[in-house]
């Protein structure tokens, strides 16, 4: 069983920049692709970006690409995804996630992900 404990949200400003963190244990971290996710008030979860066990192949959603970078250490067990030129529609609850095995990388359904922390809320105010 994988626990992961997002943080690092907050509120900022339009423009501004945020970097959460997602901390891993009870698995072997670089064994595991990794996604992040967010869900603004009614509406349906989506994907936001993923990276490989090893750190190396990204997929981002196009909304974010050029602002958002996602990456991992496998050494700290811990996931990150730096926010810059945040927008308003930028906020919602962000979630990091496993994705289960053997799907390839930058799987954008969640049934492709098994395990999840708990969110982090991400505001931004225009």
């Known amino acids: 069983q994988v626990q992961l404990v997002e943080s690092g949200g907050g509120l900022v400003q339009a423009g501004g920049s945020l970097r959460l963190s997602c901390a891993a244990s009870?698995?072997?971290?670089?064994?595991?692709?990794m996604g992040w996710f967010r869900q603004a008030p009614g509406k349906e979860r989506e994907f936001v970006a993923a990276i490989s066990g090893s750190g190396g192949p990204t997929a981002y959603i196009d909304s974010v690409k050029g602002r958002f970078t996602i990456s991992r250490d496998n050494a700290k067990n811990t996931l990150y995804l730096q926010m810059n030129n945040l927008k308003p529609e930028d906020t919602a609850v962000y979630y990091c996630?496993?994705?289960?095995?053997?799907?390839?990388?930058?799987?954008?359904?969640?049934?492709?992900?098994?395990?999840w922390g708990q969110g982090t809320q991400v505001t931004v105010s225009s």
């Open positions: 009870g698995g072997t971290f670089s064994n595991y692709a």
């Open positions: 996630a496993t994705q289960r095995p053997f799907r390839g990388l930058g799987k954008t359904h969640p049934n492709d992900y098994e395990y």
